[in-house]
Nanobody, 127 residues
Framework: VQLQASGGGLVQAGGSLRLSCASS????????MSWFRQAPGNEREFVSA????????HYSDSVKGRFTISRDNAENMVYLQMNSLKPEDTAVYYC?????????????????????WGQGTLVTVSS
C-alpha cells in the first residue's frame, strides 16, 4: 500500500496550491479519502473528506469555502485545491484512506478511523 502526497510548497498569502495524492496497493474506489494537516507544535487535524464514489464531501470550518477536495477513481488520485491561502494554513498535509463504501459514507475527523496514511507534503504560506 502506498499513498504519495505531493504539490506542497511556499506560497504567499492569498495564493493557491493544488495537492495531489497518488494511491496504490488497495481498491481505491472502495475507500473514502481525506486530508489532514499538522502545524508545528499542534496536533494533526482534519481538513476534508470525500466519499469513495465522490458523491459527498466534507470540510472543516477553517477551510470551508476556500478548499475543494476531489478524486479520480480511474487514476487512483485524490486532490485538494487550496485557494485564498492564509499563514495559518501552514502545515504538513497528509492524505489518508478509510475503507467505507459510498452507501455507508459518513465523514470522520478521527485519525484512528483511517486505514492508510501518506507521508505528507509541506505547505508554507507567507504573510
Amino acid at each position: 500500500v502506498q499513498l504519495q502526497a505531493s504539490g506542497g510548497g511556499l506560497v504567499q498569502a492569498g495564493g493557491s496550491l493544488r495537492l495531489s495524492c497518488a494511491s496504490s496497493g488497495f481498491p481505491f474506489s472502495s475507500y473514502s479519502m481525506s486530508w489532514f494537516r499538522q502545524a508545528p507544535g499542534n496536533e494533526r487535524e482534519f481538513v476534508s473528506a470525500i466519499s469513495s464514489g465522490g458523491g459527498a464531501t466534507h470540510y472543516s470550518d477553517s477551510v470551508k469555502g476556500r478548499f475543494t477536495i476531489s478524486r479520480d477513481n480511474a487514476e487512483n488520485m485524490v486532490y485538494l485545491q487550496m485557494n485564498s491561502l492564509k499563514p495559518e494554513d501552514t502545515a504538513v498535509y497528509y492524505c489518508a484512506a478509510r475503507l467505507l463504501i459510498e452507501s455507508l459514507y459518513s465523514p470522520s475527523t478521527r485519525q484512528y478511523d483511517y486505514d492508510y496514511w501518506g507521508q505528507g507534503t509541506l505547505v508554507t504560506v507567507s504573510s
